[in-house]
């Protein structure tokens, strides 16, 4: 029979046999609270005691369970138009991250370094989108080859551009280099088709006026021949096979992000962010709040425990 109400509001019942007084307890209501108040914790600035209501200590032995749960992105089978992808480390891991160009977080991917059948794993988790847009990173081009064949690639225009300075530097010696580093900080204007036919026939210019460069060796004093312009000759090569393969300009044909800096500038960044408020976490639970951190993105808060599971060991691609 009821026995009024506990202080907390929790209906009391009384036992007209015994006469003991209880609540009923639900562990699936408790358990959900809990983890509520994880996630909350874990994606905001509060400290643990001002989640929990009473001491840190209190909320960490009431949460524990929480660090088993692993989170999983929902499948939808949606195709999109165009998909950028990008990797961040984590400690010794690579988290491989997929993003719409509407900004929705698609699918990830842990791995122990950008490999083919790390790429291959994060692809297989939806349907090839039309056009791809990646920084043309290790073992991207041949995931892409084996697995979206058909997929339209864009390469970052400004990883293209960071490349080719990475090798010239910002301020090249050589009056070859210059005209290279100006070509390569020129992509950035190039809007319209003729702009890009004109890109092109200044490139093979700088080919036809400077190109023998390229091919210049030299003879070192241990022995053996070496290119004496090495970093010219890789940055032309860096331009040169981008736009030979017609990964350059395909925004122009499909209208795509020319850029991945909706994965560099915006999640990615969130992701430090987020580290950066929960310093000293072990790599396993960094890994975690990362996985909540991008299902939240897409998923209610109120329905987060829908979409997990417990593994049975971690593992990263190789």
Same mark, same amino acid.
């Given at each position: ?11 009391r ?14 562990? !699936? ?17 509060h &400290? ?19 660090w ?39 699918a ?17 988790? +939806? ?6 847009? &990646?920084?043309?990173g ?5 995931a ?6 058909d ?11 960071m ?7 910002r301020n090249?010696r ?19 088709? !003729? ?29 053996? +021949?070496g ?30 992000p ?9 999640i990615?960044?969130?992701?430090r ?16 709040a990362?996985?909540w ?26």
């Amino acid at each position: 029979m009821k026995n009024g109400r506990h202080p907390s509001g929790t209906q009391r019942w009384r036992c007209r046999d015994c006469g003991s007084s209880s609540i009923r307890r639900r562990p !699936d209501v408790t358990r959900r609270e809990q983890l509520h108040r994880f996630l909350t914790w874990l994606t905001g600035k509060h &400290t643990q005691a001002e989640i929990g209501g009473g001491t840190g200590r209190s909320f960490r032995d009431q949460t524990a369970w929480c660090w088993e749960l692993q989170p999983r992105m929902p499948v939808t089978g949606e195709v999109h138009d165009a998909v950028l992808v990008d990797g961040i480390w984590i400690g010794s891991w690579c988290l491989l991250i997929a993003l719409s160009d509407t900004g929705h977080v698609i699918a990830w991917q842990w791995a122990a370094r950008e490999s083919t059948a790390a790429w291959e794993a994060l692809f297989d988790q +939806f349907p090839p989108p039309e056009v791809v847009v &990646t920084d043309g990173g290790s073992g991207i081009r041949s995931a892409l080859a084996n697995t979206w064949p058909d997929t339209a690639v864009q390469r970052c225009i400004f990883h293209l551009q960071m490349n080719v300075t990475r090798e010239l530097t910002r301020n090249p010696r050589l009056q070859a280099g210059r005209a290279l580093r100006a070509l390569a900080m020129n992509l950035s204007t190039v809007d319209t088709v !003729d702009a890009a036919i004109n890109w092109r026939l200044a490139l093979e210019g700088w080919w036809q006026r400077f190109g023998h460069l390229t091919k210049e060796r030299t003879l070192y004093l241990g022995g053996g +021949f070496g290119y004496t312009h090495d970093r010219l000759r890789k940055a032309w090569g860096i331009l040169h096979r981008a736009a030979e393969a017609g990964h350059v300009f395909t925004f122009l044909d499909h209208g795509n992000p020319r850029t991945t800096s909706p994965l560099e500038g915006g999640i990615n960044a969130q992701i430090r962010h987020l580290l950066r408020h929960h310093r000293g976490m072990t790599i396993e639970h960094r890994r975690r709040a990362i996985e909540w951190f991008l299902l939240l993105r897409e998923v209610p808060l109120d329905l987060a425990h829908q979409h997990t599971h417990i593994p049975v060991r971690l593992s990263r691609v190789k």
